[in-house]
């Protein structure tokens, strides 16, 4: 991990040789945010819109190099989507950075990026990992290992890949990667919202048990080694694998207790309790609950 000394106004501000990619759909309440905390400090910027009915493409279009409208599948998922963009966009910097419509760079994270791209030719990773600092209603998550949640965010993009099937947003570098020591900060304050954020996981848990019946009925590979002591994407894998062996309807009880007593989520407070409640718990019962029903129907057929 990189230190972090006091950050210099000229590293802060200085066009970084990268290339920007956002996903968004209906995002008029975040994109502006996330935008303007890249816009004019990367080379490229591009949003890759998936038929929005607000004004997310209005606000995209005044900061973004280019808008490209994609049409709308509820099967699409973001890691699709960003391949997409990979192999179609006229990217035209071998450095990316991807991002989710939520999501915005840090003046502390544009400071350390500026020192590491002073001298992009002597950049010897070929990835590095952004520590995710994540906002629910206003707070900031701290504990329930959220808040040391490391994301593969910045990469070469002649050495990386991601996952067409995995519904979680994974990049995969051939290569050797280390971390940043600057946060990114996640807030989609359509969550602020209940009602929003419960339609949203019912869309996730069905993407989700439908990636836990591929692999459970083909044997469908990830596209790394999950290692418990990896790097923190192998780690997660290795983790997620252990939990697709654990009985359905009591890994969610695992689950919870895990993050919110062994990690201390508790220490998140009330926001933070409705937090991991609905994370750890809620969703991965529904999970749960609709992949049953897509295995019944897999065995039926």
């Known amino acids: 991990m990189t230190d972090a000394p006091p950050t210099n106004s000229s590293e802060s501000t200085r066009v970084l040789p990268i290339t920007v990619l956002v996903t968004t759909r209906n995002e008029e309440a975040n994109i502006g945010r996330t935008l303007e905390s890249v816009h004019g400090r990367v080379d490229q910027l591009f949003v890759l819109d998936s038929e929005s009915t607000d004004r997310t493409v209005e606000i995209a279009a005044r900061s973004a190099d ?15 989507i960003f391949q997409w963009g990979l192999d179609h966009l006229p990217i035209r910097n071998e450095w990316v950075l991807i991002l989710e419509a939520d999501q915005a760079v840090t003046p502390e994270l544009h400071a350390e990026l500026g020192r590491l791209f002073a001298n992009p030719e002597a950049i010897g990773p070929d990835g590095f990992y952004i520590r995710r600092k994540q906002i629910f209603r206003g707070k900031w998550i701290r504990w329930g290992g959220y808040g040391n949640k490391y994301l593969l965010k910045l990469f070469r993009r002649s050495k990386s890949q991601l996952d067409p099937l995995e519904q979680d947003t994974r990049v995969y570098v051939d290569g050797r990667v280390e971390r940043l ?9 359509k969550e602020d919202a209940i009602l929003f954020y419960l339609e949203k996981h019912l869309r996730y848990a069905e993407a989700f048990a439908r990636e836990e019946r591929e692999r459970r009925l083909h044997g469908t590979p990830f596209k790394t080694e999950p290692r418990l002591f990896g790097t923190p994407d192998q780690r997660v894998l290795w983790l997620k694998r252990a939990y697709y062996g654990a009985p359905l309807y009591v890994r969610p009880f695992v689950y919870f207790f895990y993050r919110y007593v062994l990690r201390l989520g508790v220490l998140d407070g009330k926001r933070g309790f409705v937090f991991h409640f609905l994370q750890a718990f809620w969703f991965r019962l529904v999970v749960d609950i609709r992949l049953e029903e897509l295995l019944k129907e897999e065995s039926s057929s």
């Open 66 to 80: 280019e808008v490209v409208n994609l049409e709308y599948e509820h099967g699409r998922i973001i890691p699709w």
């Open 181 to 189: 020591g600057a946060p990114l900060e996640e807030w989609n304050k």
